[in-house]
């Protein structure tokens, strides 16, 4: 898959438009075959609690920026957003997410330089988490 691209134009802020559309439904879907393929139908890799796991680490991390708007709080945390890329290789090396889904998160997280990148990458990690639910409903 394609790196992943926030931006259609950085400086004014535009996201590109097929991000939190087409871009997260594809990785979703790439995630989701990457699993079956892996391990065939009983997949224990990329289950959606796992997934959830790394979803609720941006999630935490967005809550302790919250009400923070000095970019000093955000470069105190980007060493720990950027440890997720260790979070990600270690749940590999486990099994408990594939290789496609730690693509995903690398890829997300190389990109994540100032607040805003963070803002894009929660709401693309928002949107993937939709579609890969759509796609890995409880009963699967």
């Not at 959830?52 to 105190?76: M, Q």
Request: net charge positive; proline share 3%.
């Amino acid at each position: 898959m394609a790196e992943i691209s926030f931006w259609k134009d950085r400086g004014k802020g535009i996201l590109d438009p097929t991000l939190l559309d087409k871009q997260a439904e594809n990785w979703a879907q790439s995630v989701f075959d990457d699993a079956k393929r892996s391990k065939g139908a009983d997949a224990e890799n990329n289950k959606p609690t796992q997934l959830r796991r790394f979803y609720d680490e941006v999630l935490r991390f967005d809550s302790l920026l919250k009400g923070n708007e000095a970019e000093s709080a955000f470069e105190k945390h980007l060493p720990y957003i950027k440890m997720m890329n260790a979070k990600v290789s270690y749940a590999k090396a486990r099994e408990h997410v594939s290789e496609k889904f730690a693509q995903m998160i690398k890829s997300c997280v190389r990109n994540v330089e100032t607040r805003s990148d963070f803002e894009a990458f929660k709401s693309f990690f928002e949107a993937f988490m939709g579609y890969y639910r759509y796609l890995h409903p409880k009963n699967n």
